[in-house]
């Protein structure tokens, strides 16, 4: 096992080395530590809870059922009992449901359940539009070789009375 020794470093203060060999450098003791910031903020960063925290605090503290629990849950979660008061009535008007997270991206489109019979029926109705055109040509051609034949021809109507 390596054994450490104190000894006075280049600037006179004291320092660490290591084992047998020796450091490239001798950090004063205390070096590696980070000095606090002296600063002081003007104010303290605001605590913020999630949606599980408080759903987990409140059901903690609906659990409570001897007297003086519930304050010793508050202190020990560093809470106050207006933040109960304040997640009850978020729970209640189901905020805290709506800050949970949810699935990321775009959401599913529901299918109009009707949208595959509309389908179906356009692709039948463009069928039929073709094959309307197509028998109306035949006739227009039947009438014009009737005319050239000179073979009179019957209208619809007298025929069907």
Request: aromatic share 4%; net charge positive; proline share 6%.
């Amino acid at each position: 096992m390596l054994s450490q020794r104190t000894t006075h470093g280049p600037e006179g203060g004291f320092g660490v080395t290591e084992g047998v060999r020796r450091t490239t450098e001798v950090t004063p003791i205390g070096a590696h530590m980070d000095i606090p910031d002296p600063e002081v903020p003007e104010r303290k960063n605001r605590r913020r809870f999630t949606a599980r925290y408080k759903l987990r605090i409140l059901e903690q503290a609906d659990a409570c059922t001897k007297l003086g629990e519930i304050g010793v849950l508050l202190r020990r979660e560093g809470l106050y009992s207006s933040n109960l008061t304040t997640w009850r009535k978020q729970r209640e008007q189901g905020l805290l449901d709506a800050l949970s997270p949810r699935k990321r991206g775009r959401k599913k489109l529901e299918k109009n359940p009707l949208s595959d019979e509309v389908a179906r029926l356009q692709r039948e109705t463009e069928r039929l539009r073709r094959k309307l055109q197509q028998a109306e040509r035949i006739i227009e051609v039947q009438k014009k070789i009737s005319e050239i034949l000179g073979i009179p021809q019957d209208p619809i109507e007298e025929r069907t009375s």
